[in-house]
């Protein structure tokens, strides 16, 4: 279903989500994110890149799995903390943002379902707006089979076509929300239908940058494993967790115990990002680390990117946002990274 | 001005006469703003080498990695490493120097000057171009930057882009080396604490609320910590493993470790984190500001450890990083010293 | 309500064991659990241990799943969760989660001989798997055990060795000469050699430390063992224990769910890097 909404409606139609909890990107001293706010005229859908994705909002960096009281007297009680009850919507995502969370979502399904990333995953609609520009000057969505308008993993699409929005309703969560404000809405003419594919079709050639030869990168990684490529490429690393934990897609995690009190024992076991760049996130008590150097961590980082979540789940665990060649203090820049393995040997 | 031909061409001399290992310099990034660090074993490689007003990174961490690569090598190399340094950079070798950690024959050190400006801040580059694409930036003789954009050259008074640390800069040539590149100027700086002056003239309640609301922006990368080079230690207070553990270290010894800080990003463990740190780094801390510089989520972090380098002038008259002879600040004293904190 | 994974279902200790003392303990603890569940598992499937307060450890089941009436696990003192798992005391409390892995093939090795080769606390993972084949006798072929420590002090499941003596080959070993020892003195791999298992119809499941496996493995395979007929057993640190937190991977397997149990022509192909 598609329909515009004319922009000086827009606050209009935000107002009428009262009973979601409604995040958007927001500027606070030359820093975006998104947050949850509370007056519709603080949206700004014309932004650049936030530096933490949305994925913060369906998998945050702290939450509580359980909580646990201990004593002699009272015995050993365990409480189960799900997500509260909270249905959400966040205002534009973008689609490298979206596709993103349908590869967390991978992760986090199998036999054994995540409850706490599926709770706020199911409560949440996602309202993307398409990049008619990239927000950038790192994005390469294109090269990861992405798109500055792609629909993937969204309930709601909308392009800004100048003075309105086309808005393409994508899922029945999508249209829920179109229902609470549904006289502000209108068809479409076909010139907006043309507008919209024009700014979509130009918006694909704005895009800058792109990896070589992606194809050729899985089976070429699996030759690389032992090369001293890694050494190389990861003398400038920092050992920081900047590219991981501001990645769309990154997913791994620690789960710890938080004492309040020892004595009864009473805390929480809580659950937190981790990143496979810390030293400390495959070493053994007994001292034995698998990935004991900068090479090989960076190559678990490369390698589980591009080689096994590609033999895992079919796709690429990138959406060519850009966020860890932006952000890298020393500039370690993934997409010359990967042309060097495509060129590798040769 | 510093000459770039002559940097390059020392720097292959050392590597043909075989007098240092590698040579950690700064050349061309991935994009055209950020030189990224650049670990040159060849001496036809020193051709890479470059010098200009975004060479922001302090070098000298990467003095640390090397010392530690040296500790796991059975036969190693004992000549030493070529590092071009900063004014700044170069308080951070006398720093490791006063603390033992690294010898004066490990380093060669390929010293630049700033003279009379310094190195700019992105953000305030992108606000003066207003978001235009950057393809070169270099020095003039004239204390300006010179931005080369897709419309062509703009010559922007060094000042104005300066990044806040250079406003302020102690040493804006090295205060140690084997070799200067450029004009050992002297500045004045009338005040060197004044990015600290709006955040003083706040009430106690309002810097309580500025500092809440920036540390709970913290994610808790480690950058501010991976960055500095004075942060070395193998058991830091923010890990909850011990890196220095060996087959002999005993169960008791790994349990026993004290959890100072837990995981979570929140205001508390965030606070804790960033304190303590600052504390550790109280008189060594000599103002790179790489540490705001990596922070992805813009928390202005150099204010904690400014704020200490000004208690350590004012209560012990310390400065950080330019004697190598002078001890560390914590682990001296002088008959002279306040003591009314001493109750 | 969805099944949470996470959650820990309580236990108590019904039963401690100190199988080694010194500066590396070893006990051993049965647990029940507090309220009856139907917690089933596969030899060779590990799980969560929870003591709360200090964290959780992923722990193989050296029970057999033949026997219901409680868990055994036997448990190295090696850190945090570990140190405090030493300090307990019959009827203390801790958290159960799992079973986690993807066990023991038992049902492919029916009719074969079955060769279990340990090192130290090796023998803990496959003391199920030991246990499952004895209890089923009829479907297995030959039984041997192969197994040392470093000193006579450091092996476990001392008393139940010679229990099994009866019903097994048992061929034991200590690294180094020791008054009274009778058997081989030499580390396990050499004791494989001096034995010449036949690989004829044969599996031989082999745990221990990486060292051990890495000339294990040698030993066995210049007996002529194919790469199919040896399996292994692999660990790594684990926090979730389902594949999600990203940790305990090799390559595009994740320990937790894919392993620990691999035969050595599928770990071959895998990154070595574990």
């Not at chain 1, 960096?61 to 009272?74: D, H, K, V, Y």
């Not at chain 1, 967790?241 to 769309?248: A, D, F, H």
């Not at chain 2, 305030?124 to 050259?153: C, M, R, S, Y």
């Not at chain 3, 320990?255 to 035969?263: I, L, M």
Request: neutral net charge; contains cysteine.
């Amino acid at each position: 279903m598609e329909k515009v909404l004319t922009k000086k409606f827009f606050p209009k139609w935000v107002e009428k989500l009262k009973s979601y909890k409604i995040y958007a990107p927001v500027k606070e001293n030359e820093h975006w994110s998104y947050t949850n706010i509370d007056d519709p005229e603080n949206i700004d859908l014309d932004y650049p890149l936030t530096t933490l994705s949305p994925k913060k909002i369906i998998f945050p960096q702290r939450e509580i799995f359980l909580e646990f009281t201990a004593s002699n007297e009272g015995g050993t009680e365990v409480k189960e903390i799900l997500p509260a009850e909270e249905p959400s919507v966040i205002f534009g995502v973008k689609p490298c943002e979206a596709i993103a969370l349908t590869l967390t979502d991978k992760v986090f399904s199998g036999d054994i379902k995540d409850p706490y990333y599926w709770k706020r995953r199911n409560q949440t609609t996602l309202i993307g707006i398409s990049c008619n520009t990239p927000p950038s000057p790192n994005c390469f969505c294109v090269s990861v089979n992405g798109s500055p308008y792609s629909k993937e993993g969204l309930d709601i699409l909308m392009t800004d076509i100048g003075d309105k929005y086309y808005i393409e309703i994508l899922t029945k969560k999508g249209e829920k929300l179109l229902n609470l404000a549904k006289g502000l809405f209108k068809s479409p003419t076909a010139n907006d239908k043309k507008n919209t594919e024009q700014i979509h079709i130009e918006s694909k050639k704005k895009i800058k940058r792109q990896i070589e030869n992606i194809k050729k990168i899985p089976p070429k990684l699996k030759e690389m494993f032992d090369s001293p490529f890694w050494d190389e490429e990861s003398m400038s690393c920092l050992q920081c967790g900047i590219c991981t934990y501001l990645c769309p897609t990154c997913h791994c995690f620690d789960i710890n115990d938080e004492i309040a009190s020892s004595s009864p024992i009473k805390g929480k076991r809580i659950r937190t990002w981790d990143t496979c760049q810390f030293p400390d996130f495959t070493m053994h008590s007994s001292g034995h680390n698998p990935r004991p150097d900068k090479a090989s961590r960076l190559r678990q980082r490369i390698l589980h990117k591009f080689q096994y979540f590609v033999d895992r789940y079919q796709n690429y665990q990138c959406t060519g946002c850009g966020r860890c060649i932006s952000f890298c203090p020393v500039g370690i820049d993934l997409i010359k990274v990967l042309d060097k393995v495509s060129d590798y040997g040769l | 001005m510093v000459n770039l031909e002559d940097l390059k061409k020392e720097a292959r001399q050392i590597l043909k006469d075989g007098k240092a290992k590698y040579i950690i310099g700064y050349k061309k990034g991935a994009n055209d703003l950020m030189p990224t660090p650049a670990f040159i074993t060849k001496p036809e490689d020193a051709e890479d080498l470059v010098w200009n007003p975004a060479c922001f990174h302090n070098l000298t961490h990467f003095l640390v990695d090397e010392k530690r690569r040296k500790a796991k090598e059975k036969e190693p190399d004992e000549r030493p490493v070529g590092i071009v340094v900063k004014g700044c950079d170069s308080r951070a070798i006398i720093t490791l120097l006063q603390e033992k950690f690294l010898n004066r024959e490990d380093v060669y050190i390929l010293g630049v000057s700033c003279e009379n400006t310094g190195v700019l801040d992105e953000k305030k580059l992108a606000k003066k171009i207003k978001g235009k694409k950057v393809k070169k930036v270099e020095f003039d003789e004239k204390n300006n930057f010179i931005i080369t954009t897709p419309d062509g050259k703009t010559k922007i008074p060094a000042e104005e882009i300066l990044a806040e640390k250079c406003i302020e800069c102690k040493a804006n040539f090295p205060v140690i080396y084997d070799v200067l590149f450029g004009e050992k100027v002297e500045r004045n700086i009338d005040n060197p604490f004044k990015s600290l002056e709006k955040i003083e003239s706040l009430p106690r309640e309002e810097r309580w609320t500025f500092w809440k609301e920036q540390l709970d922006k913290c994610i808790r990368c480690y950058a501010c910590r991976s960055v500095c080079p004075m942060c070395y230690c193998d058991e830091c207070v923010a890990d909850t493993i011990n890196f220095a553990v060996t087959a002999d270290t005993t169960a008791e010894e790994k349990a026993q470790k004290i959890k100072w800080v837990e995981k979570s990003p929140v205001s508390s463990e965030n606070f804790a984190y960033h304190l303590v740190r600052a504390i550790h780094l109280a008189g060594r801390c000599i103002d790179c500001g790489e540490c705001e510089r990596a922070c992805p989520m813009d928390i202005p972090i150099r204010l904690l450890n400014k704020k200490l380098e000004k208690e350590a002038k004012e209560l012990f008259d310390y400065d950080a990083g330019f004697d190598p002879e002078q001890p560390p600040l914590v682990s001296c004293f002088k008959d002279e010293d306040p003591e009314d904190f001493i109750r | 309500m969805d099944y949470n994974t996470y959650i820990p279902k309580l236990a108590k200790i019904a039963q401690i064991k100190e199988e080694v003392g010194g500066v590396r303990p070893i006990k051993t603890f049965r647990t029940q659990f507090l309220k009856n569940n139907d917690f089933s598992f596969k030899c060779g499937q590990s799980a969560m241990l929870s003591v709360f307060g200090k964290g959780e450890s992923m722990i193989s089941i050296s029970s057999s799943p033949l026997i219901k009436d409680y868990l055994q696990f036997s448990i190295l003192k090696m850190g945090r969760v570990t140190s405090s798992l030493h300090e307990m005391l019959l009827g203390d409390i801790i958290g159960i989660r799992g079973p986690y892995g993807n066990g023991f093939p038992v049902e492919k090795w029916k009719g074969k001989n079955l060769i279990f080769i340990g090192g130290g606390i090796g023998l803990a993972p496959i003391w199920s798997v030991l246990n499952t084949a004895l209890g089923n006798r009829k479907d297995y072929g030959d039984l041997t055990l192969i197994y040392g420590a470093r000193t006579s002090k450091d092996l476990v499941f001392k008393e139940e060795l010679e229990e099994l003596r009866k019903k097994m080959t048992v061929h034991l070993s200590v690294d180094v000469e020791e008054p009274d020892w009778k058997e081989f003195v030499g580390f396990v791999p050499q004791n494989v050699t001096d034995k010449k298992p036949s690989q004829k119809n044969a599996i031989t499941i082999t745990c221990g430390p990486p060292i051990m496996i890495k000339f294990v493995i040698k030993a066995l395979e210049d007996l002529g063992f194919k790469d199919e007929q040896i399996y292994t057993t692999v660990e790594n640190k684990m926090k979730c224990g389902v594949g999600k937190c990203g940790r305990c991977n090799i390559g595009m397997h994740y320990v937790c769910q894919d392993g620990p149990v691999y035969s050595w022509a599928e770990l071959k192909k895998l990154p070595q890097e574990y």
